[in-house]
């Protein structure tokens, strides 16, 4: 079990300003991270896998996290850490609305696989608000998100976002 290793489950559609705090901070703290784009059966997504993998690895490289990789698995969570030998799964929480969902999760991903722990961090308390679906539903309103999304993608996010409101 490699203890030097954690991965920073999400859906990243697509990824803020508030994932990229939590991913950076990971890269600090452990020798790898892997970012895994997995599916959220309760949500429904604007961007694709391959594209939320492509914004993600963009931000990534353009942060200088040399230690953080990027997957997407189409399948459990707690299969996924088991295919890796990764015991430690960081998640940044938001408020007290985000915990009883999470804690829920982390649960259930520990009954199915007992080797993972979930490790919290509380989100920087300017992105506490943030939130892909508000990113999504400003851009798809022609606001201005370059407050909220990194800037390395600013372009992307909203090329994509017009493309698909023509
Ligand atoms: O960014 P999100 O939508 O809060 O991320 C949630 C996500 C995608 C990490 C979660 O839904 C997940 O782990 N999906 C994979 C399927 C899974 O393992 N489900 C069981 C957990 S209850």
Known sequence: MNKSLAICPGSFDPVTLGHLDVIARASGMFEKVI???????????SFSPEERAQLLKKTIKDAGLNNVEVDAYDGLLADYAKKHGAKIILKGLRAMSDFEYEFQMALANKKLNPDIETVFITTAAENMYLSSSMVK????MDGDISGFVPSVIHKDILERLSKKKG
């Open 35 to 45: 970012v895994v784009i997995l599916k959220n059966a309760n949500k429904t997504y």
């Open 137 to 140: 539903q400003i851009a798809s």
